[in-house]
């Protein structure tokens, strides 16, 4: 079973969900920016390894060279004398060159966690996020101005009844005004009213209460009747 919700709820709900959002969008952003920055450090760094590379293949195979043609050379003083210099060198660039094939082996590891693809997929994520964003707050937005049109329609809707209420009062008491002064203006309505006042006050009986005349409650259905009952107390004192 579905939950009512009011409008004041689904602002907050709305509200809730955008600033929540706004903050992960924030968060993706930081996450770009630093794995932006990562993926083009570890290009450079790998551009700069591999032509190190390249470079210690050469002076390896120069090195490797080298000391095979010494080693095939007739035993002398300065044939080792030689011999062992370029076994030391050899030495040198045999370790330069695993030490980078090393470092290219760590620089392919964090290829695996920072490369272009994964970037594309976490900016289609924030697109995503900011495209929840701007829907989030529309709607945030369309309840808030359901919430003031409503409440704009009911404080018109008052002001309509009070107004109402106020010309209703003013034409009863217009209508009352009019009736009593035409029947206070007679004698004879005058001493009718006079000796009949105490039967009044004895039975409180609305049939016998003719002057002076009450204002009703201020509806039309109220001065229709209230106008009626003044023409019966009219007619029946002036017979």
């Known amino acids: 079973m579905s939950k009512y919700h009011t409008n004041s709820t689904s602002i907050r709900k709305y509200r809730s969900e955008y600033y929540r959002?706004?903050?992960?969008?924030?968060?993706?952003?930081?996450?770009?920016?630093?794995?932006?920055?990562?993926i083009r450090q570890i290009q450079q760094d790998e551009e700069q390894s591999l032509a190190t590379q390249a470079l210690l293949v050469v002076l390896l195979a120069h090195a490797t060279q080298q000391k095979a043609k010494l080693e095939a050379q007739p035993e002398s003083k300065e044939r080792n004398k030689q011999l062992k210099k370029a076994e030391k060198e050899f030495k040198e660039v045999?370790?330069?060159?695993?030490?980078?094939?090393?470092?290219?082996?760590?620089v392919e590891k964090k290829k695996d966690k920072d490369n272009t693809a994964k970037y594309i997929l976490k900016e289609a994520k924030r697109d995503d996020v900011?495209?929840?964003?701007?829907?989030?707050?529309?709607?945030?937005?369309?309840?808030?101005?359901?919430?003031?049109?409503?409440?704009?329609?009911?404080?018109?809707?008052?002001?309509?009844?009070?107004?109402?209420?106020?010309?209703?009062?003013?034409?009863?008491?217009?209508?009352?005004?009019?009736?009593?002064?035409r029947l206070n203006a007679s004698p004879r309505i005058v001493s009718l009213t006079q000796s009949h006042r105490?039967?009044?006050?004895?039975?409180?009986?609305?049939?016998?209460?003719y002057l002076p005349v009450r204002i009703q409650t201020a509806t039309l259905p109220g001065i229709k009747r209230l106008q009626r009952n003044l023409e019966k107390v009219k007619n029946k004192v002036l017979c």
């Open 21 to 38: 959002l706004r903050a992960y969008e924030a968060r993706l952003n930081e996450q770009l920016h630093h794995m932006k920055k990562r």
């Open 130 to 181: 900011t495209v929840r964003i701007q829907a989030a707050h529309d709607a945030w937005k369309k309840f808030e101005q359901i919430e003031l049109q409503e409440e704009a329609d009911f404080n018109a809707f008052k002001a309509m009844q009070l107004g109402e209420k106020e010309e209703s009062t003013i034409a009863v008491n217009h209508v009352v005004n009019i009736v009593n002064a």
């Open 94 to 106: 045999n370790a330069k060159y695993k030490r980078n094939e090393y470092h290219l082996a760590v």
């Open 198 to 209: 105490q039967g009044i006050q004895d039975k409180n009986s609305r049939q016998h209460a």
